[in-house]
């Protein structure tokens, strides 16, 4: 969260703050994190947990994704607004992270000194714009003790209790000299206005499930585990579609709240105002199928609740199995065709979870014939008339 009395006074003067652009105006010259996508899974969690924080607090006004670092968080305060550069790491060191990672550099033939390639000059290469500034690290591995400032927020008085900054910032200075961001800004700034976050990456998708439950309440959509569990595939299927639209789209980049809550209203019930059995209706028309399968649909559904009340073929035990592992069958293949592992059109997903849910509920219920696979579709379709599943991936 932005501090609410925090001086963010820049060092630079006010001839250069005139020609300085805006973050908004000028496209990023280097998107190569967009073509290097692969096993960005933790980066996509971390963009989401950002997501879900902008669903409650109004100073988040928006969130980018791999535009000018691997997220660039827009705040608004008094009016104010405030470009935070957030760095993602997801690599599990040997050792907790300190000021030497932190502030490594990396010669080459292009940078024979090294300098502006650390993970701190990289982050702090981002002030250059009319925006005033805040940084971000976030690691799934925490810090040692050295770092441990920069974990408290910003204006915490820990931060300068017994020179804390004071002495992250004469460590840094000796790793990087006297190094400046284009501002006129130098190490002292960076220290003050960054912030070192450690999310796990073994728990950080259900911290951000339940926080995303509570804000959603709040915002007045209530939802069952399995619908939170669809949303927040959804929130992260947009952050890698953000991610990945290249250069020229570079202004599509950025998820605003109010963007985003109607993202979130259409993935949750994308038909509102229909009754179950129409939104069964456009959910297979979507697909591509003809209406012979909106009526085969329709009548499995009845039959499924009509069996379900009355324990027909089944006791109330073995279908509360059945159905709890087609429900976990359908959130696998949907997830699968989100992330894009699946590359199925909607008809063909379509086929492949009637079969896929035939051999859940089969294996849930070591039943296999006709009317068991009556039954299993008509799961499959109920859940379906509930917007707990659909046949097309999810798009931004």
Known sequence: MVEKNRNMKSDNNNELTKTLLSIDDDAPEDLGGVYARQGFAYQDDVAAHFLIEMLKNEELTEVRCETNEDITNIWVRNNNRIAEYVQVKAEHLDQLWTISPLAQRKSSTIKPSGVGTSILEKNFSWDKYIEDSLFRIVTCRQVSNELKPLTYSRDAAIRNQEGNNDAVRDKLQIKLSDFRSEKGNGI???????????????????????KLNINLHQLGIEVNPEK??????ALRTLVKEKAELGRKDWKDKKITKAYLIEYIKNANDPFPDKSKSEK????????????????????????????????RYFTHEKTSNIDT??????????SSLDSGELSDSPGEFYNRCLKEIKQAGKNASAFDSDLANAYYEGCMHEVTSRCMHRYKKITS
Not at 325 to 334: D, Y
């Open 188 to 210: 002292e700034y960076w220290v003050e206005n960054a912030e070192w976050l450690v999310l796990d990456d073994n728990n950080i998708q259900d911290i951000n499930k339940t």
């Open 228 to 233: 939170l569990n669809e949303i927040y595939d």
């Open 325 to 334: 592992a087609i429900l976990s069958r359908l959130h696998g293949l949907r």
């Open 280 to 311: 069964l209706e456009k959910k297979i028309l979507a697909a591509g199928l003809d209406n012979t399968y909106v009526k085969t649909a329709r009548e499995q559904q009845r039959e499924y609740l009509k069996n379900k009340r009355e324990s």
